[in-house]
């Protein structure tokens, strides 16, 4: 099985607000459209939250109904995303891989989740995988982990994410190029979201 991590535990400062809310031209707030999309490939899906995000967590429940969506506090999560991304890959058990979201990333396609899907399964034949989409040359997200990574995300620590896993295996990481702007495309700002 594949299952998705979508990382939402950060503290939006540059936003000024909490981001995660924000509503979209979907109506949709920003979250709830990264989780749908991912959940509409994806069978199993861990939403990472701030710790001490409850609350949050239940809302989230009630909009969105989904036996395989599972909602994370994570205890660390005030130390960096890397911190988040270890704590909650940790609690992973039965996964060949996993698709690593961007909480305010909520544009990525679906068609194109499913060409990163169909690039690692091609790949793992020969060796495991890490799978990043490209946009005009530039990296984006969600990057996709052959289980075999796993312990050295669970190891992460800071606000850097899983680059130092990706740097470490440049034999095993296939860049594949996608138009999919929403790779690319996070919300930091409210000038981001009205663009």
């Not at 490939?41 to 989904?66: N, S, T, Y």
């Not at 961007?102 to 396609?109: A, E, R, S, T, W």
């Not at 989740?113 to 969600?142: D, N, Q, S, T």
Request: aromatic share 8%; proline share 4%.
């Amino acid at each position: 099985m594949i299952g998705a991590i979508i990382l939402a535990a950060g503290s939006s400062r540059r936003f000024g607000d909490d981001k995660r809310r924000s509503v979209l031209p979907s109506g949709l707030i920003l979250l709830e459209e990264s989780i749908r999309k991912a959940a509409s490939v994806i069978d199993e899906v861990i939403v990472v939250l701030r710790f001490g995000d409850k609350k949050f967590a239940e809302e989230l429940e009630q909009r969105i109904k989904g036996d395989g969506i599972k909602y994370y506090c994570a205890p660390d999560s005030a130390k960096g995303m890397g911190h988040s991304l270890a704590n909650s890959i940790s609690r992973v058990e039965d996964w060949d891989a996993a698709l690593v979201f961007l909480g305010d990333m909520p544009f990525v396609q679906a068609e194109t989740i499913e060409f990163l899907l169909a690039e690692y399964k091609f790949r793992k034949k020969h060796v495991a995988p890490i799978v990043i989409p490209i946009r005009h040359g530039r990296r984006g997200h969600p990057v996709l982990f052959a289980n075999e990574y796993f312990e050295e995300i669970a190891a992460i620590e800071g606000d850097n994410g899983a680059k130092i896993v990706i740097d470490a295996h440049p034999a095993q990481v296939f860049a594949v190029e996608v138009e999919d702007f929403g790779v690319i495309r996070d919300i930091d700002t409210p000038e981001d979201l009205a663009t």
